[in-house]
């Protein structure tokens, strides 16, 4: 067994790390012996606890139930950012009365504090934070990266997913040499205290085991946009190396909370169709109980829909699909409608303590081309209606936008958590209507009528910004 074992490991290595062998061999050849044997594991089911049933489908896109031991997820769903085990600003029962179903979870920052351990010591995070629903947990690389070899491009990935398409580099900050990668580990720099850690695949789902999460990812590495096609198939390859070692080590240890959790598989190849591709059809191979899709995911919108066509087609059909770190209404509707259940970002919640609140209309019924209004604009000082006419979130019910606005402008950490409110009740509200729209085949319709008028005024706005006298 063990012989046999190290001869599949070698086999695969000089696929995909020896300089004899062109890294387009890992493209071309399909999956390794290793991955073949990984494909004997699939028969085992990580956990009882986990499942995902579609409902309903319309083209590729499907209505789904995804179960977990903290209840059950109605997919497609937002799935709100937690990052330290706090939804910021807004105490959990208010994020649930919101209609948020899921959370997600950092396990990069939980890691380095309060610790995994201090958490599991309090019964897992569901109960450190008194969250009783779902919570996804990355797998720590994307932060691994992005506060390292991210800072070190200058490229403000958490600042901006699409750097194409403004926000720009937001990170000058000093962050050179604070990640190292190698085959068996990252070494990387506390952003906190400045201390040493490493990371590997193991320690990742040991974190995660700790954090008690209902869906784990397993470990990768997140490559950059500016990183070039060779380095982000050999990065993909390491990380296809790093997914064997994640799924060995989960399915080799058990959970610590008493229930069971999952494991979803990461696809990276950055925005080049044939990594990306072949990325998606090793994951795909290797009985993981999900997928999620990570990584640079192109500099524009239409850019990360082409990676989504080169992604899905190469998944299993039965299996739930995450895409990481996107939630803006445009892209939730082409994702959802290439085959994506969950997605999370957290622009809604970011942009609501900025006071930018989510809105399909202005005032006088023109459309929004980013479904963005700013509270802080000086014309909703004496505006005394709710952020948006007839939503039912608790914000809208009780307060107006000049309250809200002057709570803004004046830092009350009040403004903040009811602005975030009402955006995690209008993800919540918009998911709905995708359900819905799915389950009646209308999804292409619905789409439409919520992005056109967008669309349009948005070509609008450049049209009139172009016709300015200078
Ligand atoms: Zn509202």
């Keep these: 067994m063990g012989g046999g074992e190290a001869v599949d490991e070698r086999v695969h290595a000089s696929a995909f790390r020896n300089e004899a062998a062109p890294w387009t061999a890992f493209v071309a050849r399909g999956p390794p ?12 089911s990580t956990s009882a606890d986990f499942g995902f049933e579609i409902l309903a489908r319309d083209g590729a896109a499907r209505r789904g139930l995804l179960r977990t031991a903290h209840g059950t997820v109605e997919t497609p769903a937002f799935v709100a950012v937690a990052t330290q085990g706090s939804v910021k600003s807004v105490a959990p029962t208010s994020v649930r009365e919101a209609g948020t179903q899921i959370l997600f979870a950092n396990t990069y920052h939980l890691y380095l504090r309060p610790g995994a351990e201090t958490v599991a ?44 398409e403004g926000a720009g580099p ?69 990380t296809h190396r790093w997914a064997e070692r994640s799924l060995r080590a989960f399915r080799e240890s058990e959970p610590r909370h008493g229930y069971g959790q999952a494991l979803y598989g990461v696809v990276q190849g950055g925005a080049y169709e044939r990594v990306r591709a072949a990325s998606a059809g090793v994951i795909g191979a290797m009985g993981f109980d999900g997928f999620a899709v990570g990584g ?46 969950t997605f999370d970002s957290v622009a809604p919640t970011r942009n609501a303590r900025n006071g930018g609140v989510l809105a399909r209309v202005d005032d006088d019924g023109t459309p929004l081309p980013t ?43 009040l403004g903040q958590q009811l602005a975030t409110i009402h955006n995690l009740r209008f993800m919540a509200r918009l998911m709905e209507e995708i359900r819905d729209a799915i389950a009646a085949g209308r999804l292409d319709a619905v789409r439409d009528a919520w992005l056109e008028p967008a669309r349009e005024a948005a070509a609008r706005t450049v049209t009139a910004g172009a016709g300015r006298p200078s």
Excluded at 200 to 223: M, N, Y
């Design 296 to 341: 640079n995911l192109g500099d524009t919108r239409e850019t990360m829909y082409r990676v989504l066509d080169w992604t899905v087609p190469e998944l299993p059909d039965g299996p739930p699909r995450h895409l990481l770190g996107i939630g803006d209404v445009a892209s939730v509707f082409e994702a959802v409608a290439r085959g994506l259940d």
């Design 121 to 164: 010591r309090h019964g897992g995070l569901h109960r450190f934070m008194n969250w009783d629903g779902p919570i996804l947990t990355d797998s720590g690389g994307f932060q691994v990266f992005s506060l390292g070899a991210g800072l070190e491009h200058g490229v403000g990935k958490v600042a901006s997913i699409f750097p194409g």
């Design 371 to 413: 479904f963005r209004l700013n509270l802080k604009n000086a014309r909703f000082a004496d505006d005394l209606r709710p952020i948006e006419q007839g939503c039912d979130c608790d914000t809208c019910r009780h307060h107006s936008r000049a309250y809200l606005r002057h709570l803004l402008k004046a830092n009350e950490q």
């Design 170 to 238: 937001g990170a000058a900050r000093a962050g050179q040499g604070m990640v190292r990668v190698e085959e068996e580990r990252v070494v990387f720099t506390s952003h906190v205290d400045g201390r040493r850690h490493v990371f590997t695949p193991e320690i990742s789902v040991q974190v995660q085991r700790a954090l008690g999460a209902d869906v784990a990812l397993a470990f990768d590495e997140c490559t950059s946009p500016l990183h070039d096609e060779r380095y982000t198939a050999q990065s993909a390859a390491r």
């Design 33 to 44: 012996p290793a991955v073949q044997a990984a494909l004997a594991w699939a028969a085992m």
